[in-house]
Nanobody, 121 residues
Framework: QLQLVESGGGLVQPGGSLRLSCAAS????????IGWFRQAPGKEREEISC????????NYADSVKGRFTISRDNAKNTVYLQMNSLKPEDTAVYYC??????????????WGQGTQVTVSS
């Protein structure tokens, strides 16, 4: 069973930074595109970033472009989301998922517990 585990969330002040990690359990990530998603209270879950299997191509939602950076270390079987210049509106639970491709909405595995990010002074 494909399972991803998110970590690295926490409480941070506006303007601060966090790095989230997405680690695979029981399988290798290297063959998959990986998407980062988030769900804020009272809002629908949205995809904010994706990275292709090779790591050569990434994309971002307009809301995070220029502030967040997705990367992967296939040797460590981990995908990262570096979040800088955080804003209160970035407060959400963050999830990662394996995808058919960055241009596809087809997801593999299932939603994990996510990691909570809270941006507040």
């Amino acid at each position: 069973q494909l399972q991803l585990v998110e970590s690295g969330g926490g409480l941070v002040q506006p303007g601060g930074s966090l790095r989230l990690s997405c680690a695979a359990s029981g399988f290798t990530l290297r063959s998959y595109a990986i998407g980062w998603f988030r769900q804020a209270p009272g809002k629908e879950r949205e995809e904010i970033s994706c990275i292709v299997a090779s790591g050569e191509t990434t994309n971002y939602a307009d809301s995070v472009k220029g502030r967040f950076t997705i990367s992967r270390d296939n040797a460590k079987n981990t995908v990262y989301l570096q979040m800088n210049s955080l804003k209160p509106e970035d407060t959400a639970v963050y999830y990662c998922r394996t995808k058919l491709s960055c241009g596809s909405s087809v997801l593999f595995d299932s939603w994990g517990q996510g990691t909570q990010v809270t941006v507040s002074s």
